[in-house]
């Protein structure tokens, strides 16, 4: 285990989304490509592993164990408790990437735990892991939807409008993540959160 000051060195990175091709690309799946954005910029391949693709790259004397949890996103929380077991990464140490639909699309709020807000992947991890007390990165994917079309706009494609914007929002959630594996939650929060 990598212990610098104190302090475990050793991070794992939850991206939230559900396996195979019909949901590459839509809403729920931002988790996924969010980690994708952090291997390609460092040429890092995700291979397939118990309960999730993997991969781990190194960023400043950090560790970060990325896993997209093949699961489906109602099951996540098996995905990650087991590899947070296996690598001995404590909780303190994970960061959960969801969508939220509470969110204007784009908008990006790091909080250190709340409620899973109707999110059923949240909904899982915290019950797997028996706390809501995980630090979480949330993208916001608004609520533009007619009424009883959650589902259909949860899973389904970005606008045109919103696709154009997509890269630069998902570059700021990489910084996010850089962020609070060297200087931590709170002054990533206090820093990038609303921006």
Known sequence: MHVLNGRNMKYLIA????PGLMYA????????????????????????ERYADRTELKFKGRKL???KPNTFMNLSGKAIQYWLQKEKIPISNLLVISDDLAL?????????????GGH????DIEEVLKTNTYSRLRFGIGDD???????????????????????????????????????????????????
């Open 15 to 18: 991206g939230l989304g559900n």
């Open 104 to 116: 204007p699309f784009g908008a990006l709020r790091l909080k250190g735990k709340g409620s899973a």
């Open 65 to 67: 164990i990325l896993i």
């Open 120 to 123: 059923n992947g949240l909904k």
């Open 145 to 195: 939807y007619p009424r009883g079309k959650q589902a259909d706009f949860v899973l389904g494609s970005w606008s045109k409008k919103e696709d154009l914007a997509l890269d630069e929002r998902i570059e700021q959630s990489t910084k996010f993540i850089h962020s609070f594996v060297t200087v931590g939650l709170n002054m990533t929060m206090s820093a990038l959160n609303g921006k």
């Open 25 to 48: 690309h839509t809403r729920h799946n931002i988790g996924f490509d969010i980690l994708d954005r952090l291997a390609k910029d460092v040429s890092s391949k995700f291979e397939t």
